[in-house]
């Protein structure tokens, strides 16, 4: 799947890095790359949705497969 959005930094437990979309929906990768951990940048990524058991609840698991940096 791909998925457009901004980087988000959730600062709920130990913290964690996601991907909020146009729509709204929210994503947490599992593998996010130090490169994307930027809050509010603009991102595309290339994902596949996995079936992962975590303390945050929020958003969907996913692993980045691929991934580039948007720029206005």
């Known amino acids: 799947m791909k998925i457009k959005g901004k980087v988000v930094y959730q600062n709920l437990g130990t913290g964690f890095w996601g991907i ?6 929210e994503w947490r990768p599992t593998n996010m790359p130090e490169q994307l951990k930027h809050e509010g940048s603009e991102v595309s990524v290339v994902a596949k949705e996995v079936d992962e058991v975590s303390v945050f609840m929020w958003g969907t698991a996913v692993e980045i497969v691929s ?6």
Do not use: E
């Not at 909020?20 to 929906?25: C, E, H, L």
């Not at 991934?67 to 206005?72: A, E, K, M, R």
């Open 20 to 25: 909020v979309d146009k729509q709204g929906n």
């Open 67 to 72: 991934f580039q940096t948007i720029t206005p």
